[in-house]
Each structure stands twice: as structure tokens, then as C-alpha cells.
């Protein structure tokens, strides 16, 4: 399916009881996200199945669901004293766990460029070298015609290893910039709710 199909299946998919500026800003985004990644050279079918199944897409989204019938639901949450001491308290412990996950998710965020720079470095490698074995090869010649076209042989080989990485090295750049879009924008969703339920 295409962008505009796609949408139209998330629309059809979203729960009733939602707010409209929540429904606006969640079709807002996966239309960014398709056209993000026509931009980047796929075609709208391609980006659609990389996203995933609207229903699925909806049914692991989070919404805050208007609450009209029990009003006491969209009362803000107020921190209290005793809730404040404790976590006061209770730093040494929490705050070192905290620590802990947030050095874990550092190195998984690593770890998820790391085969990017591995793969970059590869094609500038050898890009590099096949380039130069190549304009060398007219030396190698006043020594054989054999050691000639093997320098030539090789570097050719050389250069095309190196375009090949460069296209990895452009399909995994995409697929890094969309998982780190993904993950911020899901943890800055999860800490805007968790202190606007705190009445912060």
C-alpha cells in the first residue's frame, strides 16, 4: 500500500475516545516518517512495509483516552512529601541503577554505529586504494605486462569493493538515523507523560 492508504488504515485503526490533537500529531509523524524515507531514495511501498501493519503500529502505540465519563481519571497527580523524601532517600539506591540503565543504552547506542563506521572506513579504504592501484598500474606496466594488469586487476577489484561499501555504508546510515529517531522520540513521549502525570 501507499502513503495515502496507509494512513487511511491508521485512521480507521485509531481508538474513537482519543483527542484530535493526539490523532493529528500520530498521523503527522508516520506521514513524516514515509516521506523521510522517499527522501532518502525509497519508493512509498517500500517505506510503508518497513514501517510495518497499521493495525500492529496502532495497537503498540500509546494514547492518553479522554475520560468524560469519570472525570476523576484527568486529575493531575501531585508529588507529596512522603513520595519526595523517599526518593530523596532512596537516591543512592535508584540513583545508581539509573546510572547502570542509562551507560547500558549508551553502549547500545554504540554498538548500533559501530557497523557504520566499520563499513564507512572500509569504502574509504578501498575506494582509496583501488583509485590509486589503478593510476599506478601505468607504472607497473614498464615493468611486465603481467604485473601491470594484475596491479590493474586489482585495483579495479579494490574500487568496486569500496562502491559496494558506500552503498552500505548509505542504507545503514538510514536505517541508524531511523531507529535513533524512534527510540528518542519514544523515550521523550515516555518522560513527557511521566512528569505531566506528576502536574509538573
Given at each position: ?15 474513537q475516545d482519543i483527542e484530535e490533537m493526539e490523532k493529528s500529531e500520530f498521523l503527522e509523524y ?24 497499521p493495525r500492529e503500529v496502532v495497537a503498540q502505540a500509546e494514547f492518553t483516552q479522554v475520560r ?133
Amino acid at each position: 500500500m501507499d502513503r495515502k492508504q496507509f494512513l487511511a488504515a491508521l485512521i480507521g485503526y485509531l481508538p474513537q475516545d482519543i483527542e484530535e490533537m493526539e490523532k493529528s500529531e500520530f498521523l503527522e509523524y508516520y506521514d513524516t516518517l514515509i516521506r523521510d524515507f522517499v527522501a532518502d531514495g525509497y519508493t512509498e511501498e517500500e517505506a510503508v512495509a518497513m514501517i510495518g501493519d497499521p493495525r500492529e503500529v496502532v495497537a503498540q502505540a500509546e494514547f492518553t483516552q479522554v475520560r468524560t465519563a469519570f472525570p476523576r481519571y484527568r486529575e493531575k497527580q501531585r508529588l507529596n512529601v512522603g513520595v519526595l523524601l523517599l526518593l530523596i532517600l532512596g537516591f543512592p539506591l535508584w540513583g545508581s541503577l539509573l546510572l547502570a540503565a542509562v551507560c547500558l543504552l549508551f553502549s547500545a547506542y554504540l554498538l548500533l554505529w559501530t557497523p557504520l563506521l566499520v563499513i564507512a572506513s572500509l569504502a574509504f579504504g578501498f575506494t582509496l586504494g583501488g583509485g590509486g592501484a589503478m593510476l599506478l598500474s601505468l607504472l607497473a606496466f614498464f615493468d611486465g605486462l603481467a604485473i601491470g594488469m594484475a596491479q590493474l586487476g586489482s585495483g579495479m577489484l579494490l574500487l568496486g569493493l569500496g562502491l559496494v561499501c558506500c552503498y552500505l555504508t548509505r542504507r545503514c546510515l538510514t536505517w541508524s538515523i531511523v531507529i535513533t529517531k524512534n527510540t528518542l522520540s519514544f523515550f521523550a513521549n515516555l518522560l513527557k507523560r511521566s512528569v505531566a502525570g506528576y502536574g509538573f
